[in-house]
């Protein structure tokens, strides 16, 4: 059995953060592009925290409870845009919101 | 003029502004809190404001007459400068060239004169005031005509205490829209909202004639001011006949006709009768249309200057005095008659100023105020007794029905018609010896016409009042079922103005008769100045003079005969025509020339010659004249001549645009406007690949960016 | 490997740590089925003790047909739901339908893993306890929602709606309260605190005082919020707006039936003893027996630890009682039979628990003394517990139901100003102290 | 009852590593990691997949709650608890909520029957698929960049260390305090933003 | 024991108001607001549901929790009682009339009974009526205990109801004992009473007007005071005294509105005049007020009883009625106050043993109306408070 370095760590948090640009690129539902943009954080999170483990310090954690505080700001504001915007034009595509002002 | 100090001694005098004030205030009560109070309320509060404002009218009067000690000085109260300044901010040139300060003050000028209008105006007012507490009991907009009467109480007092053109004008103005507000009373009538408009659009006319002459004064002499403009022309510096105050005192008189309804301007008056019965009284007999009147006496020292000027008034005002009774003689609606009598009247009082006697037109004002009142409130009391009735041919023995009304309104046609110890006697009897005898007899032949209309004034009185009160009753039954008696409101007036009307007369008994004409007294220090002015330089005019007088007591005693003759043979004849009149009668003067009925009836035809020649309301021929004929002509120059130009520049401009349209979409838009944004198009199109709205393409090439920069710099 | 097993097995016997902490799978696992089974078993009480109490306080007697005074009640009962069709409405998004409950009853039994029965009597403690407990039992939320959304229908909508709402606003309150409860644990000489379950009981004993009595009233008005805050995270009365029978039916679980259902009222009750134990651990003094510190040394321990032999002697009494009182009827022959034995059963209880007292009276590190130990732990704790759970019920049987908006304003504009304000009194008074 | 126990795992941290079957020396990967490891990161990446692939966004958070378990799970095999509670209570428990009510307030029918991928989706995999060549190279470039250890954290005091570093210790300021105060800040404009833009009328 | 105020309101007359009722029918397809908005939604409470009373159904338009509109789809309970009546004698349709309010059969009853004997121009003999408004008013207790149970249990407190069905049962063994019914009595006929008192009734009688206070106390401990019971009934559904006699509402939920208007005092009937009561009135027609005026009218009632048990004249209990009632052609309103309100019934006979047209004013039915306007703008929990402080009976509503 191999045991788990962080390069392991590292390979999953790279097929998350590709998952989760995979998500933001092709999907046209906002709401799922924003978990994708979740998926992504989530994966930069993995490495520090991996990374926090391989130097054997803190940073890298407090780094991720950072992000972690980044990503329920970005989603509260992102989702109430979102609210915003259905209640106006009945769509939550992405690619059907293209233009600078409504 | 008198200090200030001196005035201040006497309450009432020190505060003569506050009358026109009192029933301004009523008005304004009306026009803010009318709609909501009761009809009690208002009665109180506007017949008060008219009861306090006439005993304070006499307590000034009697100040006043204490302030003069008979000497007529006029008192003169500025309150203070509304128009123009005192620091000569408004200045302008005279006709001399030299600058003068343009003032006109809400300043109040009590002279004998005034005194005399002051005081008729409140207590006729007065009187019509509480009359019209009864008379207007059932109709609507209660408030409103209180609130309009007494609008016009303070514009005529305005008018009357003015102390200079502007001032008046001001009430002058303001009577002239209370007289329209109060004929369009009944504005849902069409008849009645025409006529206020004709009444007002006739008496622009004269206005227009007032402002000039003012203004033509001022430029002339560089004040308003009645204090000012006295001594000015009294001092001898101005040659009679001077042009420029001809010119002034004919514009003064045109607005004089307008007011006063004289000829050719008298055609409002008859159709005002469509106003409510005491307006026709307060407005339309007593006050307002005495306006000019007041005012040709006011501006008596110009008039003097102006001989053409006088021999004008005095012409219109025989003419119109002849011309009105004709017309009278036949006409039937009861306040018709009373309105062409009014015209009539008003003839003479001009005829009077015209000759030079002043202070008799004056006193003609004065006693007819009282028995014309008397006789308009009399028909508004037939006419409510009537049920509205308004035909004389329809009427008939209602003496003993209205018995109060019947014996004041016989007093009052006693009086118009020159019945010796009656008001009408003594004030008539004095303008037609007037116009015997003044400038040497160079008015006898007015004195004919005068004696004419003194004749045919006592013929359609007689007809009227015989029409009326006696004969056969022609009315129809339910309309006799409901004849009776006004209410007390309206027969106490009454029976005031009849003692009035008797009495005013005695005023001004003349020294022929054994009296010492105190009116005439009273009232010399207005004119006296002009009798010198007179004298100096043509001293064969002084034929008003006293000295005169005396040589000619017999000719004055004939003359007093046979105009009381023309007074009993009028109404003779009226009683023999009428008196017996039954349901089917034929109007006599009919039966007698028809011609001549049909042109009285149609009173002469003036109106129509007026709708031809200057309303144009009928065409002659296929012409239209007067305004509506100047409105389709430039109509039709505005239609053919202006818009054609216009069009054809128009369509220049067109052609020009067209043109300039090509060279702009082509040749501006399409080359250089066009041409670099096409082009920036072109070329943008590679960068329009990058940026095209989906955000997911940004984020896809930042993405690409990131991996390229990465690989760059791993696999470098 | 057997050996190694047996000795695996063996070995943590004398252990002071939670097995997860020891690294003891093994223990760790058995610990894990003890509880599982052991909630179930309690829930399936607490069904019938609701039952029977909530009938008394409404003056009736509530289940007496199946087992004597009602007793196999809850067994038929989850025979009945086990067997029930299970009905999946047409328009329901199936999968997430069937997946809720789950999410729910995961939510409900994970948090016991750190749910401290004793200083050793615990799957594990995670040195982020609280957090854990708090973080886990607020994934109940997401099985509500889930199950309201995938039902297809208003009422469960709006059910769902207002108790996720209802439970995240009174998660605020709660967490507030919490924190200054945990806050108390660092007033210690090192200043440093603790998020496990264990150490706050620990930091209560060593500080000599039940969190609820420190800093009064601080920790009292902190306590009585979470006690408020836990009602309502547990959705119950007053605060069962989102199952008000008579405004939306059944709330969020108007279309689930049987077992899935069961599920449902499974995890609501283990919810409600997870909070409970919570309050308890944080502010009761957990495992500790009153007056731990006053009323210490062996004589005291044994006399503490008879409790538990003597509430099941209690209990058997009762039984007793009823056995003697049931009518003698031939008709209640087998019913009385029946709790005759059951009074057998709670006897013998009560005489092992005595006979482990006396045997473990000696604390020293022999079986015996542990096992009375852990007894003694597990038994004040759930002591503490079972009086929670029986004001679950009084207040059921006493109040009305709040309205949503009244609810919300409690939550927010009273329960929320007064914790935040507890939290902060407690810093400036815990900096003042130490 | 023993006083030296005021923080067990404080007190012991070496406990963690009797390990009961396989008593494997490496301090840093206690029982059976390995089969923890890919057990959650396959759960991790699979379900990963299905947030974006599924159709009912419903489903994809609830996969992608599945994901932020793993993670939490991850981290918890990162001796980082902290981290793992902060990634539960936040995430699942708080914003995943979030996410299900916006869903709930969204839901619109159509959503699902429609086109689910945009019209640049083949462009956008290309560019993820050599976005994730390129960390393969990276991760394969740089291996031996990667120390090939894993330093033990003390697991015990993971949250009382995380304080310090947020906090700061008795009587100095922690490292990231003002950060850490920043990122408060940051919450509270975002919380202000988001009633703001969602409220109907203010 | 609230004192309700008796201030400002004139005793026993409707004041003759007007107000501007808002339609209560609902637009359901026309949005309120232009925009699209996510929160409204459309909900059917009932016919299966446990806060309507039976089988009501209130289509519900809700934004988010607030109503914005109601309407009320009623007739799944309907027997078409009064073309029933119709077909069967006088006598006959006696006992169908119990089958209106259920859970104020005698009432009912009373009030058939007197508007024949009114078509008749019958008097029943004072026992008779003394019989009568002892069961009548034991009656409403009854009817005011099922209220308050069912009300309280709507509101989410659920031991009321218990304790309430506990005390009812009671008067329901004194109905049982004196007709052998407990529920639909038909306890009395035409021209007075079938039976003579049963021996103890008296007994029984007084042993409930002993029993009764301290449970109504008891109710009161658990409610009045009860701070969520006061937040979720105060203000709650609040109906002015110009709506309700626009509405025609009629009983409690107008005496609530501050409107002294009860028939027993109105227009007394049945010997009522005899008796010492006073009628509760409320101040601001809420929730609250509502259940404080059924409260005190429970004691008011027992008041009622006890003077007429104490005061039970001898003599008939029937009296001179022809064994086949065929009234005079003619018509008849009579109503009586029933625990619900006004209930009245209007007889036309065409002189024929059957009545031509019986037409029934119940006041559940009336009273329904005013759901609508007391709960536009409240949020749905208030629905059920509304609709349980009404106090409808299904089976009266449609008939």
């Known amino acids: 059995m191999v045991p788990i370095t962080t390069l392991h760590y590292l390979v999953v948090a790279a097929a998350l953060f590709v998952l989760g640009v995979v998500g933001v690129l092709t999907r046209r539902n906002v709401v799922i592009i924003l978990m994708s943009i979740e998926l992504i954080l989530n994966a930069v999170n993995l490495n520090l925290v991996a990374f926090s483990r391989m130097w054997g310090n803190l940073h890298g954690q407090v780094f991720s409870i950072f992000i972690v505080v980044d990503a329920a700001a970005e989603a509260a504001v992102g989702l109430g845009i979102l609210i915003a915007f259905f209640r106006n034009k009945e769509t939550i595509n992405v690619d059907e919101i293209d233009l600078l002002k409504w | 003029m008198h200090s200030a100090a001196t005035a201040g001694d006497f309450f009432f005098l020190s505060r003569i502004w506050l009358i026109p004030l009192f029933p301004a205030f009523g008005a304004a009560m009306m026009f803010f809190f009318g709609r909501r109070l009761q009809k009690a309320t208002v009665s109180a509060i506007c017949v008060g404001v008219v009861v306090v404002a006439f005993l304070f009218a006499c307590f000034t009067v009697n100040d006043y007459t204490h302030f003069a000690h008979g000497t007529g000085q006029p008192f003169e109260k500025i309150v203070y400068t509304w128009l123009g300044s005192g620091d000569g901010h408004l200045t302008f040139l005279k006709k001399d060239g030299s600058a003068a300060a343009f003032n006109a003050d809400a300043g109040f000028l009590l002279d004998p004169l005034s005194a005399i209008w002051l005081l008729f105006v409140t207590g006729v007012g007065m009187l019509i005031h509480i009359y019209s507490v009864g008379y207007m009991a059932h109709e609507g907009g209660y408030y409103r005509f209180f609130g309009y009467l007494n609008l016009f109480m303070f514009a005529m007092l305005t008018l009357i205490l003015a102390n200079n053109y502007i001032l008046m004008f001001v009430g002058w103005e303001g009577v002239g829209l209370c007289s329209y507000l109060l004929i369009g009373f009944y504005f849902h009538r069409k008849s009645a909202s025409d006529a206020a408009n004709k009444a007002f659009i006739v008496n622009r006319i004269g206005d227009a004639g007032f402002i000039l002459g003012a203004l033509t004064l001022v430029w002339y002499l560089g004040s308003f001011r009645f204090t000012d403009l006295n001594p000015l022309l009294r001092s001898g510096h101005f040659a009679i006949g001077d042009p420029v105050l001809t010119a002034a005192a004919l514009l003064l008189f045109v607005g004089a006709c307008g007011k006063s309804a004289q000829l050719p301007l008298y055609v409002w008056l008859p159709d005002a009768m469509e106003g409510p019965t005491p307006v026709s009284a307060l407005i339309h007999a007593a006050t307002m249309v005495t306006a000019g009147v007041y005012m040709v006496a006011r501006s008596n020292a110009i008039f003097v200057l102006a001989p053409t000027a006088m021999k004008t008034v005095a012409i219109v005002g025989a003419l119109t005095a002849i011309f009105a009774a004709s017309i009278g003689l036949v006409q039937n609606d009861i306040k018709r008659v009373l309105a062409y009598s009014t015209v009539s009247q008003l003839g003479y009082m001009f005829l009077a100023l015209g000759v030079g006697a002043f202070a008799a037109g004056v006193f003609h004002v004065f006693t007819h105020a009282f028995f014309k009142a008397l006789l308009f409130l009399g028909s508004g009391s037939v006419i409510h007794a009537m049920s509205g009735e308004q035909d004389m041919k329809f009427m008939g023995d209602l003496r003993q029905r209205t018995p109060t009304t019947f014996w004041t309104m016989f007093i009052g046609m006693l009086a118009i018609a020159g019945i010796p110890g009656l008001a009408g006697f003594f004030s008539k009897d004095e303008i037609l010896w007037q116009s015997w005898s003044s400038e040497g007899g160079a008015y006898r032949v007015l004195w004919f016409v005068g004696f004419a209309t003194a004749l045919m004034t006592a013929f359609y009185m007689g007809r009227l009042i015989f029409l009326t009160f006696f004969g056969k009753p022609r009315m129809s039954h339910e309309v006799e079922h409901h004849i009776h008696e006004s209410p007390k409101s309206m027969t106490v007036p009454l029976v005031i103005l009849a003692i009035c009307s008797v009495a005013a007369g005695w005023l001004g008994v003349p020294p022929s008769l054994g009296g010492s004409n105190p009116f005439g007294k009273f009232l010399e220090p207005v004119f006296a100045k002009e009798a010198h002015v007179m004298q100096v330089e043509e001293p064969r005019q002084l034929a008003a003079g006293e000295k005169e007088e005396e040589h000619t007591d017999p000719m004055e005693y004939t003359l007093m005969g046979l105009s009381v003759g023309a007074a009993i043979v009028g109404l003779g004849l009226a009683w023999r025509a009428y008196a017996h009149a039954g349901k089917d009668y034929k109007e006599p003067i009919a039966q007698a020339a028809p011609p001549l009925y049909k042109v009285l009836y149609n009173k002469w035809f003036v109106d129509e010659a007026y709708d031809y020649a200057f309303t144009g309301r009928r065409k002659v021929g296929d012409v239209r004249l007067g305004v509506l004929g100047l409105g389709e002509a430039s109509s039709w120059f505005d239609a053919k001549i202006i818009d054609g130009i216009v069009n054809d520049a128009g369509w220049v401009t067109r052609a020009v645009a067209t043109l300039s349209t090509w060279w702009d979409k082509w040749i501006i838009d399409g080359l250089l406007v066009n041409g670099p944004a096409v082009l920036s198009r072109f070329l943008s199109y590679p960068a329009r690949l990058f940026e095209w709205g989906l955000v997911q393409w940004y984020a896809l090439v930042m993405t690409a960016g990131l991996v390229g920069f990465a690989v760059y710099y791993v696999w470098k | 490997m057997l050996t190694s097993t047996i000795n695996a097995f063996t070995s943590y016997l004398g252990s002071p740590l939670p097995p997860g902490n020891a690294g003891n799978q093994l223990w760790a696992l058995i610990y894990v089925l003890i509880i599982f089974a052991g909630v179930a078993v309690v829930v399936l009480c607490m069904n019938w003790i609701e039952r029977k109490a909530l009938a008394h306080f409404q003056i009736r007697l509530g289940p007496m047909r199946v087992g004597p005074h009602g007793l196999l009640q809850p067994i038929a009962d989850a025979l009945k739901l086990m067997l029930k069709e299970d009905i999946i409405p047409d328009e329901a998004d199936k999968l997430v339908f069937w997946v809720a409950p789950l999410i729910g009853l995961v939510a409900a039994f994970t948090v016991y893993t750190v749910i401290p029965f004793g200083p050793s009597q615990a799957v594990s403690d995670m040195n982020i306890g609280i957090l854990f407990m708090l973080g886990v039992s607020s994934l109940g939320v997401l099985g509500i929602v889930t199950a309201g959304w995938a039902s297809n229908s208003h009422y469960p909508l709006i059910g769902a709606l207002r108790s996720s709402a209802q439970m995240v606003s009174y998660e605020v309150a709660m967490g507030l309260a919490v924190v200054s409860a945990i806050l108390m644990t660092s007033l210690n000489r090192t200043g440093t605190g603790t998020l496990s379950m264990i150490g706050i009981v620990q930091a209560q004993q060593q500080q000599g005082i039940w969190f609820l009595f420190k800093f009064f009233p601080l920790g009292l008005i902190a306590f009585v919020i979470f006690a408020i805050a836990m009602v309502a995270e547990t959705n119950r009365s007053p605060f069962d707006l989102a199952e008000a029978e008579s405004e939306l039916t059944a709330g969020f679980h108007t279309e689930y039936s049987g077992l899935r259902w069961s599920l449902f009222m499974l995890a609501e009750y283990a919810a409600m003893i997870a909070v409970s134990a919570i309050a308890v651990t944080l502010w009761l003094g957990g495992w500790l027996h009153p007056f731990p510190n006053a009323l210490n040394g062996p004589a005291w321990e044994f006399i503490f630890s008879l409790f538990p032999g003597l509430t099941f002697g209690a209990l058997a009494l009762f039984a007793v009682i009823g056995t003697v009182r049931m009518p003698s009827h031939s008709f209640f022959r087998i019913q009385r039979a029946g709790l005759a034995v059951f009074a057998l059963l709670l006897a013998f209880i009560a005489l092992l628990l005595f006979v482990i007292a006396i045997l473990g009276r000696n604390p020293d590190a022999s079986i015996a003394a542990r096992f009375r130990e852990g007894i003694d732990y597990v038994y004040w704790f759930m002591l503490k517990v079972a009086i929670f759970m029986y004001l679950f019920i009084w207040y059921r049987a006493t109040w009305p139901r709040y309205r949503f908006d009244q609810l919300m304003k409690v939550g927010w504009k009273v329960m929320l100003p007064i914790s935040l304000g507890v939290l902060i009194l407690t810093a400036i008074v815990g900096v003042f102290v130490s | ?202 | 024991m609230t004192d309700v105020p008796m201030a400002n309101v004139k005793d026993n007359t409707l004041p003759n108001a007007v107000s501007q009722v808002p339609s209560s029918h609902l637009d359901l397809e026309t949005p309120e607001h232009p925009y699209l908005d996510s929160n409204e939604l459309i909900i059917n409470m009932g016919p299966q549901h446990p806060a309507t009373h039976g089988v009501l159904r209130v289509i519900l338009k809700l934004d988010g929790e607030k109503v914005l509109g109601t309407e009320c789809v009623i007739g799944y309970l309907h027997r078409g009682v009064e073309k029933i009546a119709e077909n069967r004698t006088y006598t006959m349709f006696n006992p169908y009339v119990d089958r209106m309010d259920y859970v104020a059969a005698v009432s009912n009853g009373l009030g058939y009974c007197q508007a024949v004997e009114k078509l008749l121009n019958v008097e029943a003999p004072p026992r008779a009526n003394y019989i009568r408004v002892i069961l009548t008013e034991l009656n409403r207790i009854a009817s005011h205990q099922l209220w308050l149970g069912t009300h309280a249990l709507d509101i989410g407190a659920m031991t009321p109801l218990f304790y309430t069905f506990r005390d009812r049962e009671e008067i329901l063994k004194i109905f049982e004992k004196y007709c052998g019914a407990r529920l639909t009595t038909h306890a009395f006929r035409i021209g007075g009473c079938q039976y003579e008192t049963y021996a103890g009734f008296e007994k029984d009688v007084k042993n409930f007007l002993a029993f009764f206070p301290p449970k109504i106390d008891e109710y009161e401990t658990l409610l009045t005071g009860n701070r969520i019971w006061i937040e979720r009934t105060k203000n709650v559904g609040v109906i002015s005294a110009e709506d309700c006699i626009a509405l025609g509402v009629t009983g409690p939920v107008l005496r609530a509105s501050g409107v002294k208007w009860d028939i027993r005092k109105a227009i007394p009937y049945a010997n009522y005049s005899d008796f010492d009561f006073e009628i509760p009135i409320g101040e601001n027609g809420d929730t609250y007020d509502r259940y404080l005026v059924r409260m005190i009218e429970m004691r008011q009632s027992l008041r009622i009883i006890e003077q007429a048990i104490n005061g039970l004249p001898e003599g008939p209990i029937m009296a001179k009625v022809p064994k086949v009632i065929k009234p005079a052609p003619g018509e008849i309103y009579h109503s009586i106050e029933a625990p619900k309100g006004e209930l009245g019934y209007f007889i036309v006979s065409d002189g024929s043993t059957q009545p031509y047209r019986l037409r029934v004013r119940p006041p559940s039915f009336v009273n329904l109306q005013a759901l609508d306007l007391m709960v536009r703008g409240m949020l749905v929990a208030d629905v059920v408070a509304v609709i349980g402080t009404l106090d409808i009976v299904l089976g009266e509503v449609d008939r």
């Open chain 4, 1 to 202: 009852m023993n006083p030296a126990l005021v923080i067990p795992a404080l007190a012991h941290p070496s406990r963690m590593a009797a390990a009961f079957i396989d008593s494997a020396p490496n301090p840093a990967a206690p029982i059976a990691t390995p089969w923890f490891f890919y057990g959650l990161a396959a759960a991790a990446v699979i379900s990963g997949l299905l947030v974006i692939t599924r159709r009912n966004a419903v489903h994809s958070a609830l996969s992608l709650i599945v994901t932020l378990l793993s993670v939490a799970g991850l981290y918890l095999m990162l001796y980082a608890p902290f981290v793992a509670g902060v990634q539960i209570i936040v995430y699942a428990g708080g914003i995943m909520v979030l996410f299900l009510f916006v869903i709930m307030l969204v839901n619109i029918e159509r959503v699902s029957k429609e086109r689910q991928f945009n019209r640049i989706w083949p462009v956008g995999l290309l560019a993820s698929c050599a976005l994730l060549a390129l960390f393969m190279s990276a991760i394969q470039k740089g291996k031996s960049l990667f120390l090939d250890r894993m330093v033990q954290l003390p697991e015990g005091t993971n949250t009382q260390q995380i304080a310090a570093a947020l906090y700061g210790e008795t009587g100095k300021m922690g490292q990231y305090t003002f950060a850490f105060e920043i990122a408060s800040l940051l919450l509270l404009v975002a919380i202000l933003g988001a009633v703001i833009m969602t409220k109907k009328k203010i």
